[in-house]
C-alpha cells in the first residue's frame, strides 16, 4: 500500500509514518499542507491519503477542502481524515459524496496502533471507518429526520457499521446471535431502499445514506 499524508504537525507527521512503516505500508509523500497533498497525490496517485482536516494558512478547513479536490482529481482515492474534535460538518462533508474509501478518526485514536492501522486497511480498501464520537452526534441529530424509520437496535446496529464492524464483531458487542444481526442488517436495506447488490457495497451505501440524512 502507498500512501500520502497531509498534516502540518510535525511530530504526528514523523509518528504516523513511523507507525504505517513498522506496518510495512510505505508513505510515499508527506506535506504540511493542501497545496502539498494535492502535489503528491498527481505525482505519486496513492493508494490512500492520511489528510488532516485544519491545516495552514487559516487553520480551517483546508485540509477537508484539499481532501475533496484530490478524490476529483483521483476519482475513488481513498480519504482517511483525522481531526482534533468532532466536527460534524466536516464528516458529512466528506463522507456523503456516495462514494466508499472514506473515514473520519479523531486524531487521539492514533494513539491506538491496532485500530488506527485497521482504519487505514478498511478504508484503502473501499470501505468506511467513522469515529464512535462522531457516530454518538450523528445519531443523536439523526433521530429527528427521516432515518426514524429505523428502530433505536437497528440506528445502534447502523452505528457500529459505519465504524467498520463485521456482522459477527456487532453481535458481540451488542451480546446478541450472529442471525438477529443480519436480520437488523436486512431491515436496514430495506427501510432505506437499498436494491440488492453485493453486500459489502450496501454496507456503504447505507452508512452513506444515514450521513447524508444526517
Known amino acids: ?35 502539498g497533498l494535492l502535489v503528491a497525490v498527481s505525482e505519486h ?5 492520511i489528510v ?29 481524515v483525522l481531526s482534533q474534535y468532532v466536527e460534524e460538518r466536516y464528516a458529512v462533508e466528506l463522507l456523503s459524496g456516495g462514494a466508499g474509501g472514506v473515514g473520519y478518526l479523531l486524531k487521539e485514536r492514533v494513539a491506538d496502533v491496532a485500530e488506527f492501522v485497521d482504519a487505514v486497511q478498511r478504508v484503502a480498501s473501499g470501505g468506511t471507518c467513522i469515529d464512535q ?3 454518538a452526534q450523528l445519531m443523536a441529530r439523526g433521530r429527528r429526520n427521516p432515518i426514524d424509520v429505523l428502530t433505536p437496535r437497528e ?12 456482522n459477527v464483531a456487532i453481535a458481540k458487542s451488542l451480546t446478541v446471535s450472529d442471525g438477529a444481526v443480519e436480520k437488523h442488517v436486512g431491515n436496514i436495506f430495506s427501510k432505506l431502499g437499498l436494491e ?17 440524512r444526517a
Open 1 to 35: 500500500m502507498r500512501v500520502v499524508i497531509a498534516e502540518d504537525s510535525v511530530l504526528l507527521r514523523a509518528g504516523i509514518q513511523r507507525l504505517l512503516a513498522d506496518e510495512d505500508i510505505e508513505v510515499v509523500a508527506a506535506t504540511e499542507d493542501g497545496e
Open 45 to 49: 496517485r496513492p493508494d490512500l491519503a
Open 52 to 80: 488532516d482536516v485544519r491545516m495552514p494558512p487559516t487553520f480551517t478547513d483546508e485540509g477537508l477542502r484539499a481532501a475533496l479536490k484530490a478524490r476529483e482529481q483521483l476519482p475513488g482515492l481513498p480519504v482517511l
Open 133 to 135: 464520537e462522531v457516530i
Open 155 to 166: 440506528r445502534e446496529v447502523l452505528g457500529l457499521m459505519a465504524q467498520g464492524l463485521t
Open 196 to 212: 440488492p447488490s453485493a453486500e459489502d457495497h450496501r454496507r456503504v451505501r447505507a452508512v452513506l445514506t444515514f450521513l447524508e
